[in-house]
């Protein structure tokens, strides 16, 4: 069994476009993050949710909304998707918010905007 | 803010060689260290990690990291390298009560056959 899967792995869209990404984590972990990589492989976070609640909001632009839905999942939904937006993102989970516990990661889920 | 550092953008190690890749960081208060490895086309799997006590961490694959909190470092070791060890090597640090985890830009390790 997986213990982060994201969907889709590869995403090709042009600009302008609407896509989501999806994740779900089966290890009972209460937090959950989107950290993002870029082409020169740095890994960035993007947002964490502790048990649905928003606990890190990094400078993304608003067109990037992150949901979470129960605490098993949490999707990003990125709007008027642009040339930057390409790179691999990843979702990781956590055990519970403060603990000493490492992030479990995703395979990464590559978008490219043409 | 918590900063880590990697100087070394890649390492080059013949197989059977001892091998080191280098951390350092920056965080007020005490510091959770991690280490990551990620393989081509692959997500991050967890290595090892200091959170307290004893300053030489054991982790996966043989590999193990020094805490140094004079210098602080945290830097990665394997006493004999394997081919198969090559990959991207990622520090990360956290703040003890923050949840924000930073890694560093990462190294490259090669080791050659």
């Known amino acids: 069994d997986t213990a982060v899967s994201q969907t889709p792995k590869y995403l090709v869209t042009q600009m302008g476009n609407d896509k989501s990404i999806k994740c779900e984590q089966n290890?009972?972990?209460?937090?959950m993050y989107w950290y993002k990589q870029d082409s020169k492989k740095f890994l960035k976070i993007m947002f964490s949710y502790n048990n649905k609640e928003l606990i890190i909001n990094e400078t993304v632009p608003n067109r990037f909304s992150p949901k979470s839905p129960d605490k098993a999942h949490l999707n990003l939904h990125i709007n008027s998707l642009e040339l930057g937006d390409s790179a691999v993102y990843f979702c990781?989970?956590?055990?519970?918010?403060?603990?000493?516990?490492?992030?479990?990661f995703g395979e990464g889920s590559r978008l490219t905007v043409l | 803010a918590q900063s880590v550092a990697q100087p070394e953008d890649q390492v080059n190690v013949a197989e059977g060689n001892p091998l080191t890749v280098k951390c350092t960081y920056s965080v007020s208060g005490n510091p959770y260290l991690f280490w990551y490895v990620q393989y081509p086309n692959r997500g991050l799997q967890f290595l090892l990690k200091?959170?307290?006590?004893?300053?030489l961490v054991k982790g996966s694959y043989g590999f193990e990291a020094e805490f140094n909190k004079s210098q602080t470092s945290f830097h990665l070791k394997k006493p004999s390298a394997l081919v198969s060890d090559s990959a991207l090597y990622f520090c990360?640090?956290?703040?003890?009560?923050?949840?924000?985890?930073?890694f560093g830009t990462g190294t490259r390790l090669l080791v050659s056959p």
């Open positions: 290890l009972g972990h209460d937090t």
């Open positions: 200091y959170i307290t006590g004893d300053n």
């Open positions: 990360a640090v956290r703040a003890t009560g923050f949840q924000k985890l930073v």
């Open positions: 990781a989970s956590s055990p519970r918010q403060g603990t000493t516990g490492e992030l479990f």
